[in-house]
């Protein structure tokens, strides 16, 4: 990794902030050629599957606006979330049932990434996914 690559996206929060994520990380991805495949995907995933549940459960609580900070350095890559919903309860996701279509998204964030927090600051909230050394 070469390291400074910062890029932001402000969005309203709903379905239409998923392609422009996907259009954010490619942006990334163009200024860090040296990140891995494997650490690509596991960090795409873990963007991913935060920005769908801040489109669809964020929106539903009332989420209007939603920011997107991605930035790396030499030895990490980092998204920073923030939106402007009701707090979300964390900290509890256990799997659903093995036939259950749905419910798997943060926890595969989770699991994707080396840190993974969320904290309510104010009126926001803030999710944090980091890849690499800490």
Do not use: C, K
């Not at 979330?81 to 049932?97: I, L, M, N, Q, Y």
């Not at 749905?102 to 996914?129: C, H, I, K, P, Q």
């Amino acid at each position: 990794m070469r390291g400074g690559a910062e890029h932001l996206l402000q969005a309203t929060a709903g379905p239409e902030l998923l392609g422009p994520v996907h259009d954010l990380l490619a942006r990334l991805w163009a200024d860090e050629p040296g990140v891995g495949e494997q650490d690509r995907i596991r960090f795409e995933t873990a963007v991913a599957e935060v920005a769908a549940n801040i489109a669809e459960h964020g929106a539903a609580a009332g989420a209007e606006r939603v920011s997107l900070r991605l930035s790396s350095s030499p030895d990490r890559i980092r998204a920073v979330f923030e939106d402007d919903g009701a707090p979300v309860e964390t900290g509890t996701e256990r799997p659903p049932a093995d036939d259950a279509e749905r419910g798997r998204g943060l926890l595969l964030a989770r699991a994707a990434v080396d840190r993974f927090s969320y904290e309510r600051d104010g009126a926001t909230n803030r999710w944090v996914l980091v890849l690499g050394d800490l």
